[in-house]
């Protein structure tokens, strides 16, 4: 088992690969009641071309299987998971993003059996036609709530408009008709596939004791038997670099406009220390731009175009990345137009060290805040991960960022080719 | 072993301290609660004045001045916000800034964070008969936004409606936001004079959790915050419920494709009840779990729907069901959803369903002082209801609630309104 201390942070990080491939994370957090397991595969809504394990052939899968598999994944023949979470004290969810497929618990007491369920469900699938049948009802449902949900429709509209062919544009539960198609073989090839231990990562984060615990994953991991581990191959087609679309606008029942605007990152493919500092270059550099202290969220603010559901993220995976600003506005158009201004005249003027200076303090603190938390260590590690990226470094490539790297940054993501908007806009009763 | 002592209770001038000591976080997290009942003519006033009281003070007189403080700060957390609970309408100021330990440079970020919230209650941007303008101007249609933003989410303004149409008559049927038609009525003057009589009146608790010295946090703190003496009459006059002959049927129509279902219960039992730990434990086995009836029976087996759930208003009294379907499964869901509280009341609940709802209660209480607010919050509610209960006491109620006990509430609960969100013409 390896072991590496963060001196300032205080914290110990414990962890060992075990012999079938599986990456396991211990992090102790005394005083905590608490503890938290996140069992995570590298596998999401956008995996849905690839060559099935012991086969020859690519295969396409319909829209929303990844996430349709994690419904399904708590239903065992005698009935579900979750019963038998709650009946050792335990919550249990899971969440399926663009990338990754991660299933969890939290409790306070009866740890490892706890941590037995968590990794005997995920690792023993079962399915029929009939639960896989009855599954739909229920995840059209799920569909249906988010089609009336204001937010995410601008949310995925902005990316539908930046993509040509990525499927990265497809939302991650599909629709009602392709959820239609799934078969309960379908399930069992994409769980073939993605499911090996080889393609995931099991963390855990509490009052724990490292040795006790990884003694335990050891083995329940030696009593069962894999495949060897294959490299998977995923397809994607090429995707131009400019966004698809420059525009839509959606009509929905709400009072309030709503406009997002992305851009498209052009070049992805970075990995380790390089996306780390790409990412939080791109943080720091959204801060400064709109963050709440700049002067262009006041004038923004001032001017009635933004309120406080006003934000802006940064999303970088493999081979897709974009930014998003947006939020509630009077006038989606207007909020647009200025944004798109007010990156020009950045770019024109450059950039100010000593603000950068103070932003970066702020980061550094609200990361350590963010350390308070045992849900968002474990996913944030999980995905830095995926993406041989270190958390804990966060705090020290803060310090190398310099003002150059975010005019560098600045010129290369905020362009008018890869920039697309999406508005929501009340239906005139 | 990591040192966290139950909360020393002080009581000051004007205000009460609650010291929570613990090493467990990398921060100290500062919560002001101001607490007032519900009053018709004050609320929207009251709610844009917690908006007001983070835009500005004396010393940083607009929220680029704030932000940039909180930035050089290490990204302190700073905010304001006004809820209900119960028959109280309440504005918190909530603070969380990094430990100082864990810094580099060793900043005093802990006097410097009293002093802002000092400043922040005490003096905000004001000349003396009125806020600054230009503040209240924008804060005032931030507040019409956020009050629209419920109807454009459709679970907040199925569940406000609910509420609305439950309590017609009744202090709790107002929404804690106000009445977005009131907001351009009141001028920066009205704010301040209200502002004035929130300090001289309302009851102020202001609690510290982090890794402090409790002696020398009172000094500051007492130093610092100078509100004088109040008596302040908080005590909303006793409403009786308005009981309905029969239950209440609403729908109401818009372009949605997903209907929303809401239904109200009342009880008697409130959070001061000794009753309270098996209410709570009868609305877990009913819909506040994954195993819970409702969960089971509406999801799983029936597919009607992703999500089925109840909720408690501690103290109100109030379950408040809420689930998402197909307009065409209306009188499906709400059949079953009877059945599950007849279910209930009858006492159809198996030992598994019992104990496994205790551990998750049990669970739950114990997380929750894993995370700062939530234990200021426990903490807060424990205090609005008069009961002041340890999270030992907590979990000893839980585990001690019996069968019996469980259909002795179930027998106090009654249905009052139901509430559907369908879509036009449907």
């Known amino acids: ?429 | 072993m990591p040192k966290t002592t139950d909360p020393r209770v002080i009581p000051l001038n004007g205000y009460t301290l609650h010291l929570i000591e613990t090493d467990k976080y990398k921060t100290t997290t500062f919560s002001i609660q101001i607490k007032r009942k519900i009053e018709e003519e004050n609320v929207t006033k009251r709610a844009l004045l917690s908006q007001v009281l983070k835009s500005g003070t004396k010393s940083y007189p607009s929220s680029v001045h704030i932000h940039r403080l909180l930035e050089d700060m290490y990204g302190a957390g700073f905010v304001t916000s006004v809820g209900k609970k119960g028959p109280y309408q309440i504005i918190t100021i909530r603070m969380d800034v990094s430990n100082e330990k864990f810094l580099l440079d060793q900043t005093p970020l802990l006097d410097q964070s009293l002093s802002f919230l000092a400043e922040v209650l005490q003096n905000p941007l004001n000349d003396g008969t009125r806020f600054d303008e230009k503040n209240v101007r924008k804060e005032k249609r931030v507040l019409k936004q956020k009050i629209q933003s419920i109807y454009d989410d459709k679970m907040r303004y199925a569940n406000k409606r609910l509420i609305e149409e439950m309590f017609k008559g009744e202090r709790f049927a107002i929404h804690a936001y106000g009445q977005e038609e009131e907001v351009d009525t009141i001028t920066a003057e009205d704010l301040y004079t209200y502002y004035q009589d929130v300090i001289k009146n309302d009851e102020i608790d202001f609690y510290i959790v982090g890794d402090i010295n409790g002696d020398e946090m009172l000094k500051s703190v007492e130093s610092k915050f100078n509100l004088g003496d109040r008596s302040h009459d908080n005590q909303p006059d006793a409403e009786a419920p308005v009981r309905k002959e029969k239950e209440n049927i609403i729908f109401d129509e818009q372009d949605v494709k997903q209907g929303k279902l809401h239904m109200g219960y009342r009880t008697s039992i409130t959070y001061a009840d000794p009753k309270y730990y098996a209410m709570q434990v009868f609305n877990g086995i009913f819909g506040g779990f994954s195993h819970s009836k409702l969960f089971i029976n509406v999801r799983e087996k029936a597919s009607l729907a992703y999500y089925a759930v109840s909720r408690m208003e501690s103290h109100i009294g109030a379950i408040f069901v809420m689930s998402g379907i197909e307009f065409k499964n209306y009188e499906k869901a709400v059949t079953i959803i009877r059945e599950q509280m007849d279910k209930m009341k009858s006492g159809d609940i198996t030992t598994g369903e019992l104990e496994q709802t205790k551990e998750m209660l049990r669970n739950q209480i114990l997380e929750s002082v894993d995370n700062p607010n939530s234990w200021v919050d426990l903490l807060y509610h424990s205090k609005l209801s008069g009961v002041e209960r340890t999270i030992e006491e907590w979990i000893e109620g839980i585990m001690a609630v019996t069968m019996d006990d469980i259909i002795e509430v179930a027998g106090t609960v009654t249905l009052d309104t139901i509430y559907f969100l369908k879509g036009e013409g449907q």
């Open chain 1, 1 to 429: 088992m390896e072991q590496v201390h963060f001196d300032l942070l205080k914290e110990t990080l414990y962890s060992e690969t075990l012999d079938n491939g599986l990456q396991v994370y211990i992090l102790p957090k005394q005083g905590f009641n608490k503890t938290y397991a996140t069992f995570t595969t590298k596998y999401g809504s956008i995996h849905n071309h690839f060559t099935p394990l012991g086969a020859d052939e690519p295969i396409k899968v319909p829209d929303g299987i990844a996430h349709f598999l994690e419904h399904k994944l708590f239903e065992k023949e005698d009935g579900d998971v979750f019963q038998d979470f709650s009946k050792q004290g335990a919550s249990a969810n899971a969440f399926t993003s663009f990338t990754r497929t991660a299933y969890l618990f939290s409790s306070t007491s009866n740890v490892e059996k706890n941590l037995q369920t968590l990794i005997d469900f995920v690792q023993e699938p079962y399915f029929t036609e009939e639960t896989v049948e009855k599954e739909k009802g229920i995840i059209e449902q799920e569909i249906e709530m988010y089609d009336d949900n204001a937010d995410w429709r601008v949310y995925f509209g902005t990316i539908e408009n930046m993509f040509h062919h990525h499927p990265v544009k497809i939302d991650i539960a599909g629709t009602a008709k392709s959820i239609a198609k799934i078969t309960k073989d379908d399930l069992y090839t994409c769980y073939e596939t993605f499911y090996h231990p080889s393609n995931m990562l099991l963390f855990i984060v509490g009052n724990v004791e490292p040795e006790e615990i990884m003694t335990f994953v050891r083995e329940n991991q030696a009593q069962k038997e894999f495949a060897p581990p294959e490299k998977i191959e995923r397809f994607f087609e090429d995707e131009p670099q400019e966004a698809a679309k420059k525009k839509s606008v959606i009509k929905m029942t709400v009072q309030t406009p709503k406009c997002m605007i992305g851009f498209k990152q052009a070049n992805t493919g970075r990995f380790g220390d390089e996306r780390l500092k790409y990412e939080l270059g791109m943080n720091l550099l959204l801060d400064y731009l709109f963050g709440q202290s700049s002067d262009n969220y006041e004038e923004l603010y001032s001017e009635g175009l933004i309120d406080q559901s006003f934000s802006f993220d940064y999303t970088e995976e493999d081979d897709f990345g974009f930014s998003l600003i947006g939020g509630d506005t009077s006038d989606p158009d207007r909020l647009t137009q200025r944004i798109m201004e007010m990156i020009e005249a950045v770019k024109s003027k450059g950039i100010d060290g000593a603000t950068i200076d103070r932003l970066k303090k702020k980061k550094i603190g609200s990361f350590l805040r963010s350390m308070n938390s045992p849900e968002y260590i474990a996913n944030q590690f999980t995905r830095f991960q995926f993406g041989e990226m270190n958390l804990f470094k966060v705090g020290e490539m803060y310090d190398q960022i310099s003002k150059e790297d975010l005019e560098t940054i600045l010129k290369d993501h905020f362009t008018e080719k890869s920039s697309t908007s999406c508005q929501i806009r009340p239906k005139s009763v």
